[in-house]
């Protein structure tokens, strides 16, 4: 997680930084890291995430 702004690479909206996103793991069973929560898909891990809107898939 950065400081940073990032985008989901899905849709490329703002991905946002609140309670949900984290260094910490959200369950035991769950090694992936919250990167953000995309409005349009929830909450995405850092392969999900990029710098730039443009880079949207």
């Given at each position: 997680?950065?400081?940073?702004?990032?985008?989901?690479?899905?849709?490329?909206?703002?991905?946002?930084?609140d309670?949900?996103?984290?260094?910490?793991?959200?369950?035991?069973?769950?090694?992936?890291?919250?990167?953000?929560?995309?409005?349009?898909?929830?909450?995405?891990?850092?392969?999900?995430a990029?710098?730039a809107?443009?880079?949207?898939t």
């Amino acid at each position: 997680m950065t400081d940073e702004t990032e985008y989901c690479r899905l849709c490329g909206q703002e991905l946002k930084k609140d309670l949900a996103a984290t260094n910490s793991r959200q369950c035991c069973l769950n090694a992936t890291p919250i990167a953000g929560t995309c409005p349009e898909h929830g909450p995405v891990g850092p392969h999900h995430a990029t710098d730039a809107p443009d880079d949207a898939t």
